[in-house]
């Protein structure tokens, strides 16, 4: 479990590493992820050293997202002690909410019909 939760914290490094570098608009543990995601597809077709390897990584991460609802704890302690603030931008917080939560429906949904499209031409 230490070598995968390694590897996800030395990739999120990485990605901070060249968000940084580069000065991209794309926060650094996205690029981090983006690398995982590389690394996992080049490994397709693994031995089975890195078959188990690719098993504690999906383990690790199943148990980390498991404990994901206690990283919103210091979020919400955060938003409550600057409400005055959140107040005072009440309709930008909210059109940031309204506008984001459409998009993401519309690229889900777009995304969906690609693959689904896919599917059925194989």
Do not use: D, W, Y
Not at 78 to 85: E, K, N, S
């Amino acid at each position: 479990m230490l070598h995968a939760i390694f590897l996800i914290l030395l990739l999120q490094l990485i990605g901070e590493a060249i968000q940084k570098f580069f000065q991209l608009a794309v926060p650094g543990p996205v690029i981090g992820l983006i690398m995982l995601l590389c690394f996992l597809l080049s490994h397709r077709t693994a031995s089975g050293r890195m078959h188990a390897f690719r098993t504690r990584l999906v383990t690790t991460s199943e148990t980390l997202l498991g404990h994901l609802s206690l990283l919103f704890v210091p979020i919400g302690v955060g938003v409550i002690m600057h409400l005055q603030l959140l107040e005072s931008q009440l309709v930008r917080v909210l059109g940031v909410i309204i506008v984001g939560t459409l998009s993401t429906l519309i690229f889900t949904a777009f995304l969906f019909q690609r693959f689904r499209r896919r599917e059925g031409n194989e």
